[in-house]
């Protein structure tokens, strides 16, 4: 497909991803010219998503459709994003790390930052300042989290949205059907166009859509436990190791005292 459409319509609950100068990418759909297969798509050219395994009506989420490049450098900007965020997320564990490690007398070696090109940026007093100020809220690492979050949802939505335009067989047999749909062969049928096995494109979008989408959803899981640290939930890691030297405080606390009050009745009254 050398020529294509642009849609003028966008897509129902879809946020496009900007570049660095603020440009929407994949704002609307791209759809080829010849493409037969337009009538899979809602009035306003884009993609309903599914949702189990039911698709939605026109008026719930949907996805355009977009270009290969289109694809490519969504995936750069969120890959940068992700990248980002885990800098952020890294320098924050250490700056609780050695805050917990300040009380006189722990000599606890402190733990060196990194700055956003990935330079080592040694511990001083100063610096612990810097990322003090830096961290007395969390207000811009959660913003940053969102971001991030939005921009994942809005390509796993893309994904979904190509595959179910672009979907090919999972079985080669599937091409002996008199359903099955080459494109440029004929022109699809009804029955083709409602075949899940009917190719609509001359690639396999399941060798590489279906293992970016189970990576999104594993990585997902990953920045929710990573936003219970920036809240210090319980179940986080750092609530964890806090209750663990609390506990630690208080025993040692608890044993000082009870030693003191032997040796106390030991010498006073025996």
Request: proline letters at 4%; one cysteine or more.
């Amino acid at each position: 497909m050398s020529a294509y459409n642009q849609g003028i319509k966008a897509a129902n609950g879809y946020i496009p991803i900007q570049d660095e100068n603020g440009k929407k990418i994949c704002e609307f759909s791209t759809i080829g010219e010849k493409d037969l297969m337009k009538s899979l798509l809602s009035p306003n050219m884009n993609m309903n998503l599914p949702i189990g395994s039911s698709a939605v009506t026109d008026g719930q989420n949907q996805a355009p459709i977009c270009t290969d490049e289109e694809i490519y450098n969504i995936q750069h900007i969120v890959l940068k994003k992700l990248n980002q965020f885990n800098s952020d997320y890294s320098n924050f564990i250490i700056y609780k790390f050695n805050k917990s490690h300040t009380l006189p007398g722990d000599q606890t070696k402190k733990l060196n930052y990194t700055d956003d090109n990935g330079n080592i940026v040694y511990y001083s007093d100063t610096v612990q300042q810097t990322y003090e100020t830096k961290y007395v809220t969390n207000e811009k690492l959660k913003s940053t989290y969102q971001d991030l979050m939005n921009s994942i949802t809005t390509y796993d939505g893309i994904l979904q949205a190509s595959k179910l335009y672009r979907m090919d067989p999972e079985n080669p047999m599937l091409q002996n059907l008199s359903d099955y749909y080459t494109p440029g062969t004929s022109i699809p049928t009804s029955e083709m166009k409602n075949n899940k096995g009917t190719a609509l494109e001359n690639r396999d979008p399941n060798e590489y859509l279906n293992p970016k989408h189970n990576q999104i959803v594993k990585l997902r899981g990953e920045l929710d436990q990573k936003l219970m640290e920036f809240n210090n939930t319980r179940n986080s890691v750092f609530g964890e190791s806090k209750l663990q030297m609390d506990a630690s405080i208080y025993v040692t606390i608890l044993w000082t005292t009870l030693a003191s009050a032997i040796v106390y009745f030991t010498f006073v009254h025996i």
